[in-house]
């Protein structure tokens, strides 16, 4: 009796063990090499050409409703969509990941605008001084003061009307 225990034990353990492989795909791709996955096949992927879906019995594993999906997805260029269980904490992690994205984004995108605030604060400064007539000097790379030109002052302002026009919006 005790063999017989063990014996219909190991059996359940090992139908156990396997079921999480018979919710795969299977699928011939372009080249002719079998694929197995979890997710469906790309759209791309003739019906005759699935050999195994998830939930199906048998070798060609055709059903009815997801092979009634498949040729309707691969016409509208989408996926097709498979059920999810909802287990909520991984639903929190995930929404937790999106808001903590979403936060970087939001700081990243303030952190840029506050560059451009600055850049054209410090244009329309410079554009102010070129535009007043005031003589301009910089310093060279020897360290000595030069003044600009009518050419260099004009290259200048140039730029600094560039840098107004990119960042003053």
């Known amino acids: 009796m005790r063999r017989w225990t063990l014996v219909v034990f190991a059996a359940l353990v090992g139908t156990t063990l396997a079921l999480p492989a018979a919710a795969q795909w299977k699928w011939r ?3 002719g090499h079998i694929q ?3 997710t469906p096949p790309p759209p791309g992927v003739a019906d005759k050409d699935i050999l195994q879906r998830p939930g199906s019995s048998g070798p060609a594993g055709r059903t009815a409703p ?3 999906s498949a040729p309707a ?3 509208s260029g989408g996926l097709v969509p498979t059920p999810r269980l909802a287990d909520p904490e991984l639903e929190a992690k995930r929404k937790k990941a999106e808001q903590d994205d979403a936060d970087k984004k939001k700081a990243e995108d303030a952190k840029v ?3 451009k605030a600055d850049n054209c604060a410090r244009a329309r400064a410079q554009m102010r001084t070129f535009d007043s007539g005031v003589r301009v000097a910089r310093t060279n790379d020897k360290g000595e003061r030069e003044f600009l030109d ?3 002052r004009a290259q200048e302002a140039n730029r600094a009307r560039e840098v107004v026009n990119s960042d003053c919006k």
């Open 150 to 152: 009518d050419k260099a």
């Open 73 to 75: 997805s691969a016409a």
């Open 29 to 31: 791709d372009q080249g």
């Open 66 to 68: 997801l092979a009634a």
């Open 36 to 38: 197995y996955s979890d």
């Open 113 to 115: 605008a506050a560059v």
